[in-house]
């Protein structure tokens, strides 16, 4: 395998205040992680400065300009409990969304079979209409309509595997056959959607997992119901929203993920690569708040991107 890292030189110009936990410091974990010798073999590369008009590909027409207009010249701005603004966001939300871009174009093209972006901020809470849940953009729903609009992926599939609910992409694909959104999270949790209930158009299938889940229990469901969905949908393009705040130790969330799961489930989602796609894999990091349990995470995964260790284990 051949992996690329996206790695993103203006992270911290997206300021939160003191002791959110969506903060510059999860991405120097992540970059201390990645320094390691094991991942020598990496493509590596910076993100470029992407096109925030692309936005539209999946939000609401005025949604770049509500969020120009609310981001303050200087400090932080406020635009709900949780999600902050500040003058330098739309910058890194930028390289951000250029990152996934870049990704998008290595993979397509057959230079490397998959990548994985360390950018924030995360995207997947942003609805059609709504930044909110730290998320200002939707980066993976825009990475996914540019699958399709600029090498005609004709069926996208999104595994997100971040412990809160991706509402917002489920918001946007929600009425679109052509992509399928397939989620699991710990319920009741932030931000309180995700019931098995929610199909959209047959296009939506959640996993709804209970406080103290551990690996043995997540396993339980995505062999039973998440994987054999997506391998059925036979995807042109898989995309990963890429979440570590499963993990045991993170504070805002309480399942009981270890390292090791988060490498058992990536393999399994490149057995379905190698079957349906060619291997095309855009892996983009969401949430994972305890720096530890994040840098352990994104070790395990990008890991097994690269080596693609112990893909048949059970």
Known sequence: MTTLLISQANFDSHVTPSGHPERAERIRAVERALADERFAPLVRRWAPSGDLSLASLVHDPEYLARLRDVRPAEGIG??????????????????????????????????????????????????????????????????????????????????????????????????????????????????????????????????????????????????????????????????????????YRDPLAQLNWKPEDYAWLTGKLMDIAERRCSNRIVSLLEGGYDLHGLADGVTSHVTMLQDGALRNAH
């Open 78 to 247: 406020r635009i709900d409990e949780d999600t902050f603004i500040s003058a330098g966001s739309l910058d890194a939300a930028a390289t951000g969304l250029g990152g996934a871009l870049a990704a998008l174009d290595a993979v397509a093209m057959g230079e490397v079979d998959n990548a994985f972006c360390a950018i924030r901020p995360p995207g997947h809470h942003a609805e059609i209409r709504n930044p909110m849940g730290f998320c200002l953009f939707n980066t993976v729903a825009i990475a996914a309509r540019e699958a399709q609009r600029k090498y005609g992926a004709e069926r996208i599939a999104i595994v997100d595997f971040d412990v809160h609910h991706g509402n917002g992409t489920q918001d946007i694909f929600k009425d679109d056959p052509t992509v399928f959104y397939a989620s699991s999270h710990q319920m009741p949790l932030y931000p309180g959607t995700g019931s098995p209930n929610e199909h959209g158009v047959g296009n939506i299938l959640n996993a709804a997992l209970q406080a103290g889940t551990d690996g043995e229990a997540m396993r339980i469901a995505y062999l039973e119901s998440l994987l054999p969905a997506v391998d059925a949908f036979a995807p042109d393009f898989l995309f990963i929203s890429a979440g570590f705040d499963a993990d």
